[in-house]
């Protein structure tokens, strides 16, 4: 295209973004240092819908990310219970591993043979004896009713606060705690979670032929140059990408003052693109995680290194610290109740490990054998909300934009590797 | 680990079988496992070894298991390894893979990924141009998730 109809092109192609939607600057058709210009609006599908085949409770009485004073108080004191507990330990011994309680006891203690010491976790301390502990059945009752009352500090799920067991249930498992008397016998080595290896992930991420997960970057490198309703496409702006984005990646996600918000590079090819070229790749389409994913692979083995230092950044680090911390769902879990090592992070829930902060991010967009999808960061954080029994936010909320500029801070000077694969 | 003698196969297979009356069980048996095996050998016991089996002890989820087997044996115009099975006796449908060589193989080894439906045997059977059968196995177990559904 010959350059002068390029320009009107892009005048006319500027105007019909402005009707789409409301553009936060307007910016010659080549990169320049000037911000780029971003829609504003959602990123991503309203009213958000929950993924189907995921877990369909609706947890709405309890804490998200988003608003934390839903879940009901921890008690100041223990319950006081008229007589002994009563209960079959029978019944306690299928609780205790009943998988439709967020896993149950067993995914985070082993307990003697229950559930025929398949896998137990090792989050929280070994009960395999704890039936010659001396403990009262009133205590027994009110560490699985609410530890907070004799820890305030624990990462235990409140099962009877949060309606996660019956008074009726916590009897029968108090009554199937008060036989455990003997150390549990592992059917193999690896059930015994202190001798479990750890996983270690050594699949070659960038061969095609190992991780289904790198279609994303051929679709990205057609999608390139697909022209939009305004005209152009990425590559009308920027014509080679892997000479223009071979550290970009590396230095998201950001403080975007404009929007007041941080962008991760999801949200910003949607805004970016939208505005652009007119295309509506929303965040978590299969075109936004593509071209997410060639924008990071270009970048790969670059160092993660964002910026905290202007003021809105920083507040934003200090939101997601804060965020990571804030017990929510159900089973009243906070991130770092799983993933920093002084609590649960490099431990076992029943058979899977749980890795610490760093390293969780450096390979997202990530191929999960688990789901045989690609899922970004996002995707990820709604799947943990999920599984602790909250309601998850849609992908561009900005606490989740705190949470990962947090997260990213965390894996600072890991380098990128993506499209990653993972369980 | 045991080696389940054909007689233990045949009584597994009739309490298995026993048991597929009272339940809608959607996972095959160790007894539609050793129906394969039977198709493959023709009822001849395998002999035990010569086959280096190399599967994760444990998987973090079942989707994508790799497998690599060898097989020890010489790959001569005379005598040489022409099929190996690959059944898995948890699975809906037990045999997952059969892999055919010729002489001009080389070597009897093969490497692929595998599907398992849980912690469950891997049974490898291996049979030579002159008759003979091995067979071997690995148990590997799946991983339970932590957060439950």
Redesign the interface.
Known sequence: MPRASILVAFLTAAGAAQMLAPVVSAQAPSQSSEPAPLATGDAAARPWKRYPGWPTRDTASFNTLADQKLSPPAPSAPRKLEGPVTGDPAIGAELVADRTRGGSCLACHVMGQAGNADLPGNVGPDLSEIGNAGLKDEELFNFVYDARVYHAETIMPPWGTNGLFSDAEIGHIVAFLKTLTKPAMFPTEVDDPSKRPPPVETRDNLDDLVNPGLWTVEKAQQLWTTRGPVGFSCASCHDRAEDHFKTWAASMPKWEPRLDKVLGVEEFVYRHAQVATGLSWLMQSSENTAMSVYLRFLADGQEIHVDVTSPGAKQAYERGKALAAAKVGQLNFSCLDCHNPERGGLHWIRGQWLGEQRGQYDHFPTWRTSQQDIWDIRKRFQWCNVAVWANELPPDAKEYGDLELYLAVANAGLKLNVPGIRH | MKQVSRRDAVLMGVSAALYLTVSDAAFATPAEAAAEIDKFTGGTEPAQGNISIDLP??A??G??IPLNITVDAPMTAESYVSDVLVVADGNPNPALAKFHFTPLSGRAVAGTRIRLAG?ENVIIVAKTSDGRLFTDRK?V?V???????
Not at chain 2, 143 to 149: D, F, R, V
């Open positions: 002890e444990i973090e989820n989707n994508t912690t148990q177990k991983t339970i998730g932590g957060c439950g559904g």
